[in-house]
């Protein structure tokens, strides 16, 4: 069974440009979240969202948007770009999101560098 | 708010050594609290998780137990191997509440083992 795929794998942008990066869940998975890395840091919840409606944010900015679509594939939007947006974005998918102890599925990430 | 404490690396040890990761945190409730592996270049991987107080999560001869009384999920392994080199996050996810089931990380501890 595919895993959770991200793309693209990297991106270059400059600053006040905006990015979109684009994730797929594992078949049957309803669940979306997004987390940020930042180099040498643990990952940070920006957003989840399960059945097309968002669950929880994370403490980031508006510049952040994200959504889900009916097939449960999910788009990250970051606008007006800094350069401190440098990070490795990662997405994970679950079943039903919210269960205690459900485990979430990561993808190997999309590397945007804010130049 | 809810946080999550890991041991400084990086750890250096040598083959068959036994590894320590300490790992605290703080949480309103009964969080859920896993241990992730990211191996060089790949995503995030589950290693291991413990849902309530007491539980032992295991995994390719890793453990960790839930200690609620001193708020601590330490992992351990009796005998390290050179495949065992990689990143160790150490994570705690809200069971209450609208960002149920997302992941609070602690900054992550590099791993090292040598032959």
């Known amino acids: 069974d595919a895993g959770v795929t991200q793309s693209p794998t990297h991106l270059i942008k400059t600053r006040g440009q905006h990015v979109t990066l684009r994730c797929s869940p594992i078949s049957g998975h309803k669940s979306v979240s997004w987390y940020q890395q930042v180099l040498g840091q643990g990952p940070q919840f920006i957003f989840q969202?399960?059945?097309?409606?968002?669950?929880g944010r994370g403490n980031f900015p508006d510049r952040f948007s994200a959504r889900q679509f009916p097939n449960y594939s999910s788009e990250l939007n970051v606008n007006a770009l800094l350069l401190g947006d440098s990070a490795l974005y990662l997405c994970?998918?679950?079943?039903?999101?919210?269960?205690?102890?459900?485990?979430?599925?990561f993808g190997p990430g999309t590397r945007l560098t804010v130049l | 708010g809810n946080s999550v404490t890991q041991m400084e690396g990086p750890v250096t040890l040598s083959e068959e050594a036994f590894l320590t990761i300490n790992c605290t945190y703080t949480a309103t409730g009964y969080p859920s609290l896993f241990w992730y592996v990211q191996y060089p270049g790949e995503g995030l991987q589950l290693l291991l998780k413990a849902t309530k107080a007491d539980d032992k999560g295991s995994n390719k001869g890793f453990e960790a137990t839930y200690r609620k009384e001193t708020t601590s999920f330490h992992l351990e392994k009796g005998s390290v191997q050179v495949s065992d080199s990689a990143v160790y996050f150490c994570a705690l996810s809200d069971n209450y509440g609208g960002s149920q089931g997302n992941l609070i990380f602690g900054k992550g501890t590099k791993l090292s083992v040598k032959p």
């Open positions: 969202y399960y059945e097309k409606e968002e669950r």
């Open positions: 994970a998918s679950s079943r039903t999101g919210g269960t205690v102890g459900s485990e979430q599925f």
